[in-house]
T-cell receptor
Framework: DTEVTQTPKHLVMGMTNKKSLKCEQH?????MYWYKQKAKKPPELMFV???????INESVPSRFSPECPNSSLLNLHLHALQPEDSALYLC???????????FGQGTRLTVV | RKEVEQDPGPFNVPEGATVAFNCTYS??????FFWYRQDCRKEPKLLMS???SGNEDGRFTAQLNRASQYISLLIRDSKLSDSATYLC????????????FGTGTRLLVSP
């Protein structure tokens, strides 16, 4: 099973809403990542979890809150987002080398 | 200067053509290099890792030039299905888990 599964695939939320994005992998990978990708731009790293501990936070605003409940799951909790936060949010996992990562299909988020 | 730079294209080529993309990186201490492919509105997928000695996989060949700080991707005998955006990715030396992507080069292969 070489899949990274993300839910939901699409999400529309208001600026006062609280929502969560979910990511799951069963490849035994020990590193998991959240990326943000705007249209016609490359993916930008947000967070890295290594062995279930947060190892990199790329100065992401606190309205994005990551959580890693176990080695297979990664969540991204969203609260009080702004319209400019609308983007494709990609989860990825890798065994050791971050460059050899498997990406989920992403959650296309629209903030209204 | 951006950490990783690519010509955004698009590169328009006919089927069967050979096409090459370059990607330059600014941090000379960068450790590892990769090419990803991303189809429209899809997730990136790893195409190949780029080794110091080069790497070939079928019609695809990747090269690394550390002295000039660039990597290249050569596609031979282009197929319609090769149409996509090709992203180079560089693993930084500081914070080993950080991967930085280039802006991508769009390839359009026409009949």
């Amino acid at each position: 099973d070489t899949e990274v599964t993300q839910t939901p695939k699409h999400l529309v939320m208001g600026m006062t809403n609280k929502k969560s994005l979910k990511c799951e992998q069963h490849m035994g990978h020990r590193a998991m990542y959240w990326y943000k990708q705007k249209a016609k731009k490359p993916p930008e790293l947000m967070f890295v979890y290594s062995y279930e501990k947060l190892s990199i936070n790329e100065s992401v605003p606190s309205r994005f809150s990551p959580e890693c409940p176990n080695s297979s799951l990664l969540n991204l909790h969203l609260h009080a987002l702004q319209p400019e936060d609308s983007a494709l949010y990609l989860c990825a996992s890798s065994q050791v080398t971050p460059g050899e990562a498997f990406f989920g299909q992403g959650t296309r988020l629209t903030v209204v | 200067r951006k950490e990783v730079e690519q010509d955004p294209g698009p590169f328009n080529v006919p089927e069967g053509a050979t096409v090459a993309f370059n990607c330059t990186y600014s941090n000379s201490a960068s450790q590892s290099f990769f090419w990803y492919r991303q189809d429209c509105r899809k997730e990136p997928k790893l195409l190949m890792s780029v080794y110091s000695s080069g790497n070939e996989d079928g019609r695809f060949t990747a090269q690394l030039n550390r002295a000039s700080q660039y990597i290249s991707l050569l596609i031979r005998d282009s197929k319609l299905s090769d149409s996509a955006t090709y992203l180079c990715a560089v693993q930084m030396n500081t914070g080993f888990q950080k991967l930085v992507f280039g802006t991508g080069t769009r390839l359009l292969v026409s009949p």
